[in-house]
């Protein structure tokens, strides 16, 4: 098993950059891809970037190109997302997630593990 533990969130006004993290710990050789999701209350949840462990291939969602980064440190098993030009509309639960599933999928049913989230608010 991979357990993914995030950390970062927290209230910030519009406009204002975050750095969020997850941290990888199991099998982490297991992994093929790691991604960033989030939930806004009542919607579904949706893809925002993923990036493969072996390499350094990435994909962003259109609603955050440009304004989010995927990154990642394999010698610290963390994965990261970068936060900038934030708006009210980034308000959501943030989680990360694994892949064992070759490329990188928006779909978070090929997603294997589940971080436990963490809440990003953005103010105006």
């Known amino acids: 098993q991979v357990q993914l533990v995030e950390s970062g969130g927290r209230l910030v006004q519009a406009g204002g950059s975050l750095r969020l993290s997850c941290v990888a710990s199991g099998r982490t050789f297991s992994i093929y891809s790691m991604g960033w999701f989030r939930q806004a209350p009542g919607k579904e949840r949706e893809f925002v970037a993923a990036?493969?462990?072996?390499?350094?291939?990435?994909k962003h969602a259109d609603s955050v190109k440009g304004r989010f980064t995927v990154s990642k440190d394999n010698a610290k098993n963390t994965l990261y997302l970068q936060m900038d030009s934030l708006k009210d509309d980034d308000s959501a639960v943030y989680y990360c997630?694994?892949?064992?599933?070759?490329?990188?999928?928006?779909?978070?049913?090929?997603?294997?593990?589940w971080g436990q989230g963490t809440q990003v608010t953005v103010s105006s």
């Open positions: 997630a694994s892949s064992q599933t070759h490329g990188i999928t928006v779909n978070p049913e090929s997603y294997d593990y």
């Open positions: 990036i493969t462990w072996i390499g350094s291939s990435t």
